[in-house]
């Protein structure tokens, strides 16, 4: 299964977003979500819940738990 990293640069990548416009849509700065889709972090529950709120997918999908969005 994917990782979360994986994850964030898959569906980043399919809603044709930058990273800069995704942080700052999930209130986070951009050099953390640059974190985050390089696997150099690991996000807070916050986080998850308001990354998987924007990209319209459950949190198991996001983590990489779940291939069902």
Known sequence: ????????????????????????ATEITSRTYQRYEAGER???????????DFYGVSIDYLVGRSDQR
């Open 42 to 52: 690991e996000a807070t529950v916050s986080v998850l819940i308001h990354m998987a």
């Open 1 to 24: 299964m994917a990782t979360f990293s994986e994850r964030l640069l898959l569906l980043r990548n399919e809603k044709k977003f930058t990273q800069a416009a995704v942080a700052k």
